[in-house]
């Protein structure tokens, strides 16, 4: 859903658990994704990133998947610790237009109970 | 490696006066760029900056707002006559150039009051 002020959609998970969030996007041009971190009191913090020519891309613990056809983009952590409590924001950008700004999701926040 | 370092990291300013936020980018660091971030909101494009270049600035909101980047190095926002729903994180990224991953900032939160 969407978040609106303060209410952020949460997504609450048991350590150890998989969490997977997700993001829909409304531009079918756009075509670089990229998920951040966001701690409270912190800047952004890169994630993981994906390009409109792949389906899947994995780095430690994460795994991002994009559906282009229903526009549609999830992040998966493996193995949720609770260093991974945070927001978790999805980006995207469309290179076709030549502008270099991402446009960001407005936001999940993961709690992880220990 | 040092990464992107903003300063002040809090400021709190009365209605009506200027504030200037510094932005030091990852040393040769082509792209750089500024965002505001609202509470509980995701980041929102302000302007972007090629070397010395500002080549977008589509997302300042008002007159009020100017950045600049000198040489292409250090960038500063500045914000005239602050108004309290300026009040907000704004975050600096920059990047190795064009289409690349970009890094952010810990933010300035800016309080007008």
């Known amino acids: 859903g969407e978040s609106v002020g303060l209410h952020l959609p949460t997504l609450s998970v048991q350590e150890g658990d998989n969490s997977i969030i997700n993001c829909a996007y409304s531009n079918s041009a756009s075509d670089y994704f990229i998920w951040y971190k966001q701690e409270s009191g912190k800047g952004p913090q890169f994630i993981i990133d994906?390009?409109?020519?792949?389906d899947k891309r994995q780095g430690q613990r994460v795994t991002v998947l994009l559906n282009k056809t229903v526009k549609h983009l999830s992040l998966q952590i493996a193995a949720t610790q609770p260093g991974d409590s945070a927001v978790y924001f999805c980006?995207?950008?469309?290179?076709?237009?030549?502008?270099?700004?991402?446009?960001f999701g407005s936001g999940t926040r993961l709690q992880v109970q220990p | 490696g040092a990464g992107v370092s903003q300063s002040p990291r809090y400021k709190v300013a009365k209605r009506g006066q200027d504030v200037a936020l510094r932005c030091d980018p990852i040393?040769?660091?082509?792209?750089l760029f500024w965002y505001q971030q609202a509470l509980g909101q995701g980041p929102e494009f302000l302007t972007y900056?090629?070397?010395?270049?500002?080549?977008?600035k589509s997302g300042l909101p008002s007159d009020r707002f100017f950045a600049e980047r000198p040489e292409g190095s250090v960038s500063t926002l500045k914000i005239q006559r602050t108004q309290q729903e300026d009040s907000a994180v704004y975050l600096c990224?920059?990047?190795?150039?064009?289409?690349?991953?970009?890094?952010f900032g810990e933010g300035s939160w800016l309080t007008v009051v």
């Open positions: 040393s040769g660091h082509v792209s």
């Open positions: 980006a995207e950008n469309t290179s076709s237009t030549g502008r270099r700004a991402l446009t």
């Open positions: 994906i390009r409109s020519n792949m």
């Open positions: 990224a920059s990047g190795t150039g064009p289409g690349n991953t970009i890094y």
């Open positions: 900056f090629q070397n010395e270049a500002q080549l977008d």
